[in-house]
């Protein structure tokens, strides 16, 4: 069975006071996420990604098409009792603290008193907030907001879980914390979905991701096997090489650009063949000195300025 | 169910948290000063005076709060998008507005509750400063008959809250009590409208503000405060059908408001 | 969805069911909850004070309520009782003392008969001297207090004085000054009393003027109407020795041409008893002013 499941997903808005037209914020999306997975849900701001949560929270419903979570339809009470959704950029209510929050959301759920105390202790230690719990929410910056969306979106210890931009008004090391949960998790069996316009937040994390442009999926699978993000070459930064040693590699066709970066300091682009070990090896018995060796690829951001500028159209339906 | 009375909860935490209890001591030092006052200036008179002032205050006090609070009930949830991670959470959308509704409500009650209580111990400390005071008006200054009246500002004060959660599903706070103010003083102007229809030459006139005369809903006949402080009898069954009618068009408000709220998308 | 319309109806049809019962409920609760309910404050400065920055709107408030009351206690069946006509049109005047048609309405009002109207003139006259005191150059008002004294208080000598006192006023009508002079020569008759709703009739800038000019004009005709037609029924009898039957019998006589009817269409009422001429019941013309014919 599979965890998350959309069959067509489409939502209109319409937008225009004078001129009422509807606007495509979701273009028929079909995808599915199996039990376990965690799944990246990328694409530039306006994508279509926080409809789609929307749309599978039942807090906006489709034009058209169908939306299924573990096997029932999306807003069902049994699904909203087994997951959990942290919103793109949370607020709550200024007057409780974070403590008294999460205990009324676990009241919610039909937890024992003393059961919603344990749990929203855990919750709050395990997103990193201390003796800060105890203040009203009105006090809380962005990234504790954050955090405490976080700890409610766990609260029911969900099966699948649904985090739009989780990591949006954090420091890195929240980012790095943030990573770290989900990744415990994905160890726990939970099936974790996440919108980003992040890349890097994807690589590490993700089994699977979908990339979305313009309301429309573009392309759904491993990101390893994308062949957009595939590696290109290599960028090595070496330093203590001479122009002789450098002129010779660039002749062998072993380099194919040379930059300096500073004093005996250059980047060098090498091709993917031969590979860059080999080429590695060879300089340093030369004299050179390694300072770092990269990958060329696309990043995520390339290949929505591709899409974009790609992609043409308005996302306006004509009305006849 | 249970949700709704959790829900509920919350929001009268919410107003105690927001010091709307505060217009309780507000409402006491009101009373207690201008009894002195009132106790210094007339003779006689005063319990009815006092009684007069003490209902009045009762009720617009509680209508301060309807509509100031019922219009943001639901508004400032999807404002300030909280209502993003609360209706995702296992309730169905009528059970959170009837839990909003049922929250603001127990405000209502234990404010005016509270009030009333500090009504009848004003009352009560006059008399025992002036023992002779209840020969001269028609009714004891401690009447538990009052009570009727004040039962009957609050079905009222319930069906203004109702109709400001209605007007607040779908519309901006502002516009919400501009309408839910517009309805109470239309609804209260009801029985002119009645008369009105019986004077005007027109039968097309007639039957309007008849048809508008039933459909408003008719603040007026939750008024009995100024039969009780002249001690004139207020039957219960008059308290009964007033309440009957109150609860039934408190009923059909609520389930306009959960129709609305129910297909709402939240952008 | 369907079930919550369903719903609706069901609640919507209740609520107007136990509003009717309601209502029935109220009216048999306090008979006279409607007295202090129609006022609300018994004082006109309680209440001006009270209506803050808008007293007009408060003013035309109590008017209609006013205009309500009387149309209301005209129009009903029961025990007719206008003792709150007073106090509305004060308030309303008092809030504010430039609502001219409140004063002029409003004295018509309360000094017409009961049951018609309140059967006050005093009070017409107390209403309409509040409103020359706020607006001293009002000759309107003066004329209405003449005619106030003029036709319901039967007193030609104070009525012809009201009547040169509003002619003397900046802008008067020009015809008040002759009306007073015949007022006064020839006392409270038929032929002063046409020639005052005539020239109201000419001049009233208001159509209920013109209409109640019109209706007064056509009850005096049928007044002497009546007289003609008595005086055919004692020649009648002079001649006959007995009062005729009806109508035919004096057509026959050669006294009348055809049945009479008065200025509304309605034939007139014959007695054969006693010879007197009445207006049929029915008509809209009733009850006729006690004014003596022209001397």
């Known amino acids: 069975m599979d965890a998350i499941r959309t069959e067509a997903l489409t939502k209109h808005y319409t937008v225009g006071f004078w001129r009422p037209r509807p606007y495509v914020a979701l273009d028929g999306l079909t995808l599915q996420v199996q039990t376990g997975e965690v799944f990246g849900f990328l694409g530039p701001n306006g994508a279509g990604k926080t409809t789609t949560l929307k749309l599978l929270m039942q807090l906006i419903f489709p034009t058209s098409g169908r939306a299924d979570i573990l096997g029932k339809p999306a807003g069902d009470i049994d699904v909203k009792r087994r997951i959990g959704y942290l919103p793109e950029n949370p607020y709550f209510y200024d007057y ?16 024992s008193p003393a059961e919603r105390r344990t749990r929203a202790s855990r919750l709050l230690d395990e997103v990193g907030i201390g003796a800060e719990r105890r203040l009203q929410l ?116 072993d380099v194919m650009r040379v930059t300096m970066v500073g004093p005996a300091r250059h980047a060098l682009d090498l091709p993917l063949d031969p590979p860059p070990e080999k080429t590695l090896a060879a300089l340093i018995a030369q004299g050179a000195c390694l300072v770092s060796l990269t990958p060329i690829r696309d990043t995520l951001e390339d290949f929505f300025v591709q899409q974009v500028s790609g992609a043409g159209g308005s996302r306006f339906r004509e009305s006849a | 169910m249970k949700v709704i009375g959790l829900v509920a909860v919350n929001v009268f935490k919410e107003s105690v948290r927001d010091k709307v209890l505060y217009s309780i001591v507000a409402f006491a ?86 009030m009333t209580a500090a009504f009848y111990l004003v009352l009560a400390l006059m008399r025992l400063l002036e023992p002779g005071i209840d020969a001269v008006s028609a009714a004891p200054a401690t009447d538990a ?62 039957q309007l503000t008849r048809a508008m005369y039933y459909v408003l809903p008719n603040f007026s006949a939750f008024d009995v405060k100024s039969q009780v402080v002249h001690a004139q009898a207020v039957p219960a069954s008059y308290v009964a059908l007033t309440c009957a009618y109150g609860l039934t068009y408190i009923a059909l408000v609520l389930v306009g408001a959960a129709a609305i709220f129910a297909r709402r998308d939240f952008k | 969805m369907r079930a919550a319309i369903a719903a609706m109806v069901l609640l919507g049809v209740a609520v107007v069911g136990l509003q009717a019962l309601d209502d029935r409920a109220r009216a048999a609760l306090v008979p006279q909850e409607a007295a202090a309910d129609l006022l609300y404050v018994q004082s006109p400065d309680v209440l001006t ?119 003397d006023m900046p802008g008067a009508a020009e015809w008040l000054k002759p009306l007073a002079a015949v007022t006064l020569a020839e006392g409270s008759n038929r032929e002063s009393s046409r020639r005052l709703w005539r020239e109201i009739g000419r001049t009233a800038e208001v159509e209920w003027f013109r209409r109640q000019a019109d209706f007064r004009l056509k009850q005096l005709d049928a007044m002497d109407g009546i007289d003609v037609l008595e005086r055919a029924v004692q020649m009648y009898r002079e001649r006959a020795g007995a009062y005729p039957a009806s109508w035919p019998d004096l057509i026959r006589a050669g006294l009348v041409r055809r049945i009479p009817a008065d200025p509304t269409g309605l034939p007139f009422r014959l007695d054969a008893s006693n010879g007197k001429v009445t207006l049929d019941p029915a008509s809209s013309l009733n009850p006729l002013p006690a004014i003596e014919q022209a001397r």
């Open chain 3, 49 to 167: 004070r009270a209506s803050l920055s808008y007293t007009a709107l408060v003013a035309d408030l109590y008017w209609i309520r006013a205009v309500q009351y009387y149309g209301g206690m005209r129009l009903s069946n029961g025990e007719k009782k206008y003792d709150l006509l007073y106090p509305l049109l004060d308030l309303t005047t008092s809030l504010d003392p430039r609502f001219d048609i409140a004063y002029r309405f409003g004295a018509i009002f309360l000094a017409e008969d009961y049951p018609g109207g309140a059967g006050r003139p005093d009070l017409a006259i107390a209403l309409l001297q509040k409103g020359l005191r706020a607006q001293p150059g009002k000759w309107q008002f003066a004329e209405d207090v003449g005619f106030v004294h003029y036709w319901w208080l039967h007193d030609p000598t104070t009525a012809a004085d009201w009547f040169n006192r509003a002619g």
């Open chain 1, 96 to 111: 409780l603290t974070a403590q008294e929050l999460l205990e009324y959301f676990a009241s919610l759920f039909g937890y």
């Open chain 2, 29 to 114: 030092v009101m009373l207690m000063s201008t009894t002195y006052l009132i106790g210094q200036l007339t003779a006689g008179q005063d319990i009815k005076i006092i009684k007069d002032l003490g209902l009045a205050s009762i009720s617009i006090f509680g209508l301060l709060i309807a509509i100031f609070i019922g219009i943001g009930l639901v508004w400032k949830e999807v404002e300030k998008r909280s209502i993003y991670t609360l209706l995702p959470k296992p309730m169905r959308r009528q059970e959170f507005l009837l839990g909003k509704y049922f929250g603001l409500v127990l405000t209502l009650v234990i404010n005016i509750a509270v």
């Open chain 2, 145 to 206: 008959a009052m009570l009727k009246a004040i039962a009957l500002v609050v079905v009222e004060l319930m069906l203004v809250t109702a109709i400001a959660l209605f007007f607040s599903t779908f519309s901006s706070p502002f516009l919400s009590a501009l309408l839910t103010a517009g309805l109470w003083v239309a609804g209260h102007f009801n029985s002119d409208l009645r008369n009105f229809g019986a004077v005007v030459a027109s039968p097309t006139l007639a």
């Open chain 1, 138 to 253: 009105r006090k809380f910056s962005k990234g504790m907001l954050q955090r405490v969306g976080i700890a409610q979106a766990l609260i029911n210890e969900p099966e699948v879980v649904f985090l739009d931009e989780p990591m949006s008004g954090l420091d890195p090391i929240g980012r790095r914390e943030i990573r770290e949960m989900i990744l415990r998790l994905r160890d726990r069996g939970c099936t974790v979905f996440f919108s980003s316009h992040v890349l890097a937040d994807a690589e590490t994390l993700c089994s699977r991701v979908a990339i979305m442009a313009k309301g429309r999926l573009v392309t759904a699978g491993a990101l390893s096997d994308m062949l957009a993000f595939q590696v290109r070459g290599w960028e090595l930064v070496v330093s203590g090489l001479t122009d002789a040693v450098l002129a010779a590699a660039k002749a062998r066709g």
